[in-house]
């Protein structure tokens, strides 16, 4: 499926939520939790219980100089999404980073991972002014590739940083895409 069929839609404040859209990526978020991925739960099952305070805080502090929503719909309905944030502290003002990247399980394999990295990549370059993202992904997860082959690159780990089960840690990896 080409990216052409998706929508994006840039969320920067809190009134850009809707109760639909809302309710629509706590269910991706929950879902996606669930079917083991990597998005900010790392001990599943989770229910709207869960998910919903954290996606509030998300929620809570859009603007646009310092945290969007990326949205990918397809036939009207949410596929994927994503937050960018960066801190508007001069020092460390000129890079940002990902949060919580994610696509419906269904629809996995038809590049709306890779079409929303290459949007927020288009957003945070010449929209935000940013020079370049970070990211932490979890280790032994298959992300690795998935980032390097969209020019990620990796530039460190804290091993072990992650403790999903007692003797299953995991490696907390560190990447970059630099320059944007």
Wanted: aromatic share 6%; proline share 6%.
């Amino acid at each position: 499926m080409a990216a052409e069929s998706f929508t994006f839609q840039q969320l920067t404040t809190p009134s850009d939520v809707t109760p639909q859209l809302r309710r629509a990526l706590a269910e991706c978020w929950t879902e996606v939790t669930n079917a083991g991925g990597a998005a900010g739960f790392p001990f599943p099952p989770v229910d709207a219980a869960t998910v919903i305070p954290a996606l509030d805080r998300v929620i809570a502090l859009l603007s646009p100089d310092t945290s969007r929503l990326l949205t990918a719909t397809m036939d009207g309905e949410l596929v994927g999404w994503l937050n960018v944030r960066r801190d508007p502290f001069e020092l460390i003002a000129h890079w940002g980073t990902l949060h919580h990247v994610q696509t419906r399980t269904d629809v996995r394999g038809r590049g709306i991972g890779r079409a929303l990295m290459h949007e927020v990549r288009k957003i945070t370059r010449d929209e935000m002014g940013l020079e370049q993202l970070h990211l932490a992904a979890r280790g032994d997860a298959g992300l690795e590739d998935f980032y390097g082959r969209l020019g990620w690159k990796e530039i460190g780990r804290w091993p072990g940083a992650l403790r999903l089960a007692p003797g299953d840690d995991r490696d907390e990896i560190l990447l970059i895409l630099a320059p944007l």
